[in-house]
Every structure is written in structure tokens, then in C-alpha cells.
């Protein structure tokens, strides 16, 4: 426990004092935090600025629209009152059957999982691949000899992935809480405030968790089957596609495979990322996001498990591994 510890404040430290780190955290909340206020003030003063572009003649053209009307009206028997009374009962008529505020919603629920999806994509996937680089790297200077004569792979291997746990789950604690935030600071008015709560948060956030040990895991082991830089990218893509999978699963799952979303939302590996868009946009119960996070916690020790095997008899190689043939 004590070299896993160590391990663990090395990569935290390095982590929390790298400029890039900071930078993509800072910038990423910023930008959050932009979107969903301009999104929110998309539609205030539509009414108004469409009549100052109509220029210093607006209310000429007005009253002469409406005298227009009047006058054919009257040749036709009808008043102006009886007509717009009869266009109004119309026109609510009308919207009522086109469900405007259930569109308006789904169309931002939509855009919430998007973030929600994407944001846990990036910072798994950023994360995953310094994990890999870092790996190889050590293999590669052959540090990696020297720190295996004081510790286990094992402790080598879980020291790191803890360590970058904790930097994630200060990313998402700043990420998310910019943006409940601004939805706080917008009032109940704004389209945000029964969508992106602390509720939200808090899931997406355990989601985070799961997926990244699951597939930290794997971009480590996978990544100490090669022993040179060029050879990373190749190691990793089969991770990659998976998480992809995920990703694009929860938001155009049902566009491309009709009925295959009820599916991701419970798949291990796959449901972090798309149970966590498809709650964010209101297709998924908080008891379906709190199975769906049971069974991809059940599955984490078996991945961590099969990672530890494999990163034990791949780390100290030199030559490429057989995944499959070592792994067994």
C-alpha cells in the first residue's frame, strides 16, 4: 500500500502542477459555462431587435398593414375583432397539437447529454492516453526495471491509475459545479434549471469513475505490450473504439440501430458513456442510471484483474506481445 501511495502523489503532483492540465480545466468550465448562458439568452429580444431592423418606416408600414386589412375585412362582412378572435382560436389550436415546449425540451435535453457524454469522453480518453504514453516511455528508457526491483507491477500498475483517478475527479468536480453554477445564478426561468442539477452531477461523476478504472486499465495494459512511442496509437485503438461506441451510442444510437439504445445503457464498458448522456437528456430513470452503474462496477475487479495480469508479463518485454496468448 505504501509504494502504491507513492506512486499515487507522484503522478497527482505532476498532474496538478502541469499548465496543460490546468489550462484544459479552466478552459474547458469556461467554455461550459459561455455555452449554457448564451443558450439560455438565445431567445430574449427577438421581438424587439426584429422591429429595429425594420428602420425608421416600421410604424408606417404597420398602419398601413392594418388598415389594409380592415378595409377588405369590412367589404366582406366581417370585423376586425370577429377575425382576429377567429385567428387566435386557430393559431392556439395549433400549437397546442405541435407540443412546442415538449420539443423546445428535448431539443435541450439533447444538447445537455451531448456536453454530459462528450466531457466524460475527452477526460477519459486524455487521461487513458498518458497513462499509455507514460507506460511506454518507461518501458522504453527501461526506468521501468529499476522502479520493478522495489515494488510489484501490480502496485506500479494501480499507483498510477489511482493517482490520475483523483486528478479526473477534481476536473469533473470544477467542470460540473461551473455549470450548476450558471444555471443557479440564471434563475428557475432559464431552460438549465430542472435539467442540469446536483442530481446530474453526482451521477455523471460516478459514472466518470467506473468507466475511467474500466478502461485506464486497459489503455495501461495494452500500452505494455508495445515497447516504442510509434507503436502506441495502434495498442490502444481497439480501447478507443469502444469508448467511441459508448459515445456515440447515446446520441445517435436509436438514428442508427432502432432499439439499441435500451441495450447500451446496461452493457459494461459502453454504459458509462451512454448511460450518462441518455440520463443527462431524460431518457434514462435514476433507477435505470443506478443499475446500469451496479453491473459496471461489478465488472471493474475482472478488468483490473485481467490488466494487472497482462501489464505483469508484457511490462518487462521488449519484444510485442500476443494480448490474447499472454493475457490466458
Known amino acids: 500500500m505504501k509504494n502504491i501511495k507513492i506512486i499515487a502523489k507522484r503522478e497527482i ?3 496538478l502542477t502541469s499548465k496543460s492540465w490546468i489550462a484544459s480545466t479552466v478552459f474547458t468550465t469556461a467554455m461550459l459555462m459561455v455555452i449554457l448562458w448564451f443558450y439560455s439568452k438565445l431567445g430574449s429580444g427577438n421581438s424587439s431587435n426584429a422591429t429595429n431592423m425594420l428602420g425608421g418606416n416600421a410604424k408606417q408600414i404597420a398602419d398601413a398593414q392594418k388598415q389594409a386589412q380592415a378595409d377588405v375585412l369590412t367589404s366582406l362582412g366581417t370585423t376586425v375583432d370577429q377575425y382576429q378572435a377567429a385567428v387566435s382560436a386557430k393559431a392556439s389550436e395549433i400549437l397546442a397539437s405541435m407540443n412546442l415546449d415538449s420539443a423546445s425540451s428535448a ?3 439533447m444538447l445537455i447529454g451531448i456536453f454530459v457524454a462528450l466531457i466524460l469522453f475527452m477526460s477519459i480518453q486524455v487521461t487513458g492516453s498518458q497513462i499509455a504514453l507514460g507506460v511506454v516511455e518507461e518501458k522504453q528508457s527501461r526506468v521501468v526495471e529499476i522502479i520493478l526491483s522495489t515494488m510489484s507491477s501490480f502496485q506500479l500498475l494501480m499507483g498510477k491509475i489511482l493517482g490520475l483517478a483523483v486528478c479526473g475527479i477534481i476536473q469533473m468536480v470544477v467542470i460540473f459545479g461551473g455549470a450548476i453554477a450558471v444555471v443557479a445564478a440564471l434563475g428557475s426561468g432559464n431552460p438549465f434549471s430542472t435539467m442540469i442539477t446536483p442530481e446530474l452531477g453526482i451521477i455523471a461523476l460516478l459514472f466518470f469513475i467506473v468507466g475511467y478504472f474500466s478502461y485506464a486499465c486497459l489503455y495501461a495494459a495494452f500500452a505494455s505490450t508495445v515497447s516504442r512511442m510509434e507503436e502506441v496509437n495502434q495498442a490502444i485503438t481497439p480501447v478507443m473504439l469502444i469508448m467511441m461506441l459508448g459515445f456515440f451510442g447515446a446520441i445517435f444510437g436509436n438514428m442508427l440501430v432502432p432499439g439499441i439504445q435500451p441495450i447500451l445503457k446496461f452493457c459494461p ?4 458513456l451512454a448511460m450518462s448522456g441518455l440520463f443527462a437528456q431524460g431518457d434514462a430513470s435514476l433507477t435505470e442510471a443506478l443499475i446500469s452503474l451496479a453491473i459496471s462496477a ?6 483490473v484483474m485481467f490488466a494487472a495480469k497482462l501489464y505483469d508479463r508484457s511490462v518487462l518485454q521488449t519484444s510485442k506481445v500476443n494480448i490474447f496468448k499472454k493475457a490466458n
Open 298 to 303: 461489478v465488472v471493474v475487479p475482472f478488468v
Open 269 to 272: 464498458f459502453l454504459s458509462p
Open 13 to 15: 503532483t505532476t498532474r
Open 107 to 109: 431539443a435541450t435535453g
